[in-house]
């Protein structure tokens, strides 16, 4: 158990609605989360820099000097589940360095289920020639 499980428990998990801190909680709930914050978060299960057509990303900076920014790609995969969620999600987000926080891929388990099977079929489509 860690560190920030053992503390006591912040009051929004105390309320009747809230989701139990699953066993895959990493904790660090405090009373004070907003309302958006308050979620149940799995430590980084995997993180990887895929081999890209176009690894690289090249952002105009915001200064109007004309240069540009590069950064590389990286995946996120992790599980997290809202306080009032009633199942985990699985979310998978895009450090690529241009987007806002937070945006990615969350889907239901079974819409990770349906993702696995697909990318399983593709891979047989691929690797069969």
Not at 6 to 13: C, D, G
Not at 67 to 83: N, R
Not at 91 to 117: F, V, Y
């Amino acid at each position: 158990m860690t560190k920030a499980k053992r503390e006591k428990a912040a009051k929004w998990l105390r309320d009747s609605a809230a989701v139990r801190c699953p066993d895959w909680c990493v904790g660090g709930h405090r009373t004070g989360d907003h309302p958006v914050d308050r979620r149940h978060f799995s430590r980084w299960e995997y993180q990887f820099r895929p081999v890209l057509m176009a690894p690289k990303i090249f952002r105009p900076r915001k200064d109007g000097s004309g240069l540009h920014d590069v950064s590389s790609w990286k995946l996120e995969v992790y599980v997290a589940q809202g306080w009032q969620q009633f199942e985990p999600r699985i979310e998978i987000m895009s450090d690529s360095g241009d987007k806002p926080i937070g945006e990615g891929i969350k889907l239901t388990l079974r819409d990770a289920r349906k993702l696995r099977a697909a990318l399983g079929k593709a891979l047989e489509v691929a690797q069969s020639s």
